[in-house]
């Protein structure tokens, strides 16, 4: 009832910088929560980032001070700006949304597709 449409990956260099977003669309829906994920070949998804309808956010420590999350409400969108990238960075991310559907009823997660972010050094 969700769908998550991500855009702004790419290949970019060590130290450089990188946006990307989200935009949810859907019916009978109040967005809780968004956020972005990653995955790295062979290692568990982790979040990256998340930020609350009431504007709270949250940071891996790994990305504290180089990630920007934030959304626009009147767009359901978040985006991810991230600065001072590191190869360490480079995996698929992926968009995430905790939402209250209101048919049937229910708080479910949905992701995006994923978007590849490859860091080169």
């Known amino acids: 009832q969700v769908q998550l449409v991500e855009s702004g990956g790419g290949l970019v260099q060590a130290g450089g910088s990188l946006r990307l977003s989200c935009a949810a669309a859907?019916?009978?829906?109040?967005?809780?929560?968004m956020g972005w994920y990653r995955q790295a070949p062979g290692k568990q998804r982790e979040l990256v980032a998340s930020?609350?309808?009431?504007?709270?956010?949250n940071y891996a420590d790994s990305v504290k001070g180089r990630f920007t999350i934030s959304r626009d409400g009147a767009k359901n969108t978040v985006y991810l700006q991230m600065n001072s990238l590191k190869p360490e960075d480079t995996a698929v991310y992926y968009c995430?949304?905790?939402?209250?559907?209101?048919?049937?009823?229910?708080?479910?997660?949905?992701w995006g597709q994923g978007t590849q972010v490859t860091v080169s050094s």
């Open positions: 995430n949304t905790e939402a209250f559907i209101r048919v049937p009823d229910a708080t479910r997660a949905y």
């Open positions: 930020i609350t309808r009431g504007g709270s956010t």
């Open positions: 859907g019916r009978f829906f109040t967005i809780n929560s």
